[in-house]
């Protein structure tokens, strides 16, 4: 989070590249987050045209404004709104995808400015925090094709884990999946890899022991096939 962005994208001198493996330019959520923090607060922010530009953290940045109304503190809604979204991120990342697909309908929506400048007012203290400890490391957690749509399988158990109507949960999984957004912004494995832990626990804690996941995905597929 403390390196500034390499514009050309470029790797660094003398570094050797694999070309089979794709480049991408440092882009740090400090940066990332620096788009939201000038212009009118009542400007309505296209999802489209904030991802057009991005690299390989495309996913995370797409993550990060999906989980913004499961902290709507009104039971429901939230997961309502963030659980479909975070399910069309994992599925894409399921799918290799390296930059997501946003449908034309959810292309032309996205967050106003000040509602950003609030979200991020209120996690400031935990990023300034962050900042100091994340860093890319554990290129094998993220970059691999496998590592890749292990992460989206887990974002849409997580995702429909949100949606699902369990009390008191909304906060506990908006927090996890910001998290998974901070680890795909700053291609950081060591905490995707505690991300990986605590997804699995909420999946057989939440999921399977309760039964809710379990249903639920056998529904999907009762209407899907």
């Not at 902290?71 to 975070?86: D, E, K, R, T, Y």
């Not at 094709?145 to 949100?162: D, E, N, P, Q, R």
């Not at 990986?196 to 999946?203: E, F, K, P, Q, S």
Request: charged letters at 15%.
């Amino acid at each position: 989070m403390n390196s500034p962005p390499d514009p050309a994208g470029q790797p660094p001198h003398g570094e050797r590249v694999d070309e089979a493996t794709p480049h991408y330019r440092n882009e740090g959520i400090r940066t990332l987050l620096a788009m939201f923090q000038f212009g009118d607060p009542a400007q309505h922010m296209k999802l489209g045209e904030i991802l057009q530009n991005l690299q390989q953290s495309a996913f995370g940045v797409f993550l990060f404004i999906a989980i913004l109304p499961s902290f709507i503190p009104i039971p429901g809604v939230g997961g309502a709104l963030s659980g479909p979204l975070v399910i069309l991120i994992g599925a894409q990342m399921m799918c290799g995808l390296r930059k997501p697909w946003v449908p034309g309908f959810i292309a032309r929506r996205g967050p106003r400015r000040g509602t950003m400048h609030k979200f991020l007012d209120r996690i400031d203290g935990a990023l300034r925090r962050l900042d100091r400890l994340l860093k890319p490391r554990l290129p094998q957690l993220l970059g691999p094709v496998a590592a890749h749509a292990f992460s989206g399988l887990l974002l849409v158990l997580l995702g429909i884990l949100l949606s699902l109507p369990i009390p008191f949960t909304n906060y506990l999984f908006g927090f996890q999946l910001l998290l998974f957004s901070l680890a795909l912004l700053e291609r950081d494995g060591v905490l995707m890899l505690l991300n990986w832990i605590a997804a699995i626990t909420a999946v057989i804690f939440f999921g399977f022991s309760s039964g809710q996941l379990v249903e639920y995905v056998v529904e999907l597929f009762q209407r899907w096939f």
